[in-house]
């Protein structure tokens, strides 16, 4: 089971929520923190969910979850409503970087996803929810693509980023078969015909994914949810075969 698979279950199932949209952030500059609320609580990941309840009228909330090291278990620790999420800035619009702050009643938080696709569903997802579930001020979103702030066509550009860098970690693949002097031959082409073939399945599900997308738009949140584990096991492909 998935890190977000694992959270949906453990901190939005029992309240009765849905997990719409997560990224997996660290902080761009350090938080300070008292120095009585220091302890031994070692390394740990970070969340930001986008959750909505099931009861009507729906609820939109923006939480933090943390999984500290050497546990299995997630921890909720902070959580917003939506209509106290102020402003969300992108900071670049003009490329894709993972960067991206989130400015709350009272406060904000500089973020780095795991990588520009991550952020990229995350802001798209949210700021579609938040369309759709704020009563009052929506919150303002700054420095993001307008490729990000539409509807399903936009989803599918997403789609077709994830085809990009796969089709990159393809042609990466074929140029590095001449740099291993000492491996065999055949070892070599079966280690490099198996990155290509999970290379070409993981660009034919996108496809089917970006088909999809555009004929069902209600089915948008999973499809990207799709579309992003694809796009994290591509990178992870590239890592190991690149080395």
């Avoid at 929810?129 to 009052?136: A, R, S, T």
């Avoid at 693509?145 to 077709?160: A, R």
């Amino acid at each position: 089971m998935s890190a977000k698979s694992a959270i949906n279950r453990e901190i939005f199932g029992p309240r009765d929520e849905k997990m719409v949209a997560s990224a997996q952030v660290k902080r761009r500059t350090k938080k300070k923190i008292p120095f009585l609320a220091t302890g031994g609580l070692g390394d740990y990941r970070t969340f930001i969910c986008v959750s909505v309840t099931n009861e009507k009228p729906a609820q939109l909330y923006i939480t933090k979850v943390k999984q500290f090291e050497g546990s299995s278990s997630f921890a909720k620790r902070s959580q917003w409503t939506a209509d106290q999420l102020r402003q969300v800035n992108g900071i670049d619009p003009n490329r894709d970087c993972p960067e991206f702050d989130l400015v709350f009643d009272g406060g904000s938080d500089q973020w780095q996803a795991s990588s520009s696709v991550e952020k990229s569903l995350f802001i798209q997802v949210l700021h579609r929810y938040c369309q759709k579930h704020c009563k009052g001020r929506k919150p303002e979103f700054i420095n993001c693509p307008s490729k990000l702030l539409g509807d399903g066509q936009s989803v599918c550009s997403v789609v077709f980023r994830c085809k990009i860098f796969l089709n990159r970690l393809r042609n990466v693949m074929v140029s590095s078969r001449g740099h291993h002097p000492f491996e065999g031959t055949s070892s070599l082409q079966a280690k490099a015909d198996g990155v290509g073939g999970a290379v070409q399945r993981a660009s034919q599900a996108l496809n089917e994914r970006g088909e999809r997308l555009g004929r069902a738009e209600e089915k948008t949140v999973d499809m990207m949810n799709s579309s992003q584990q694809l796009a994290d096991a591509a990178q992870k492909l590239a890592m190991k075969y690149s080395t």
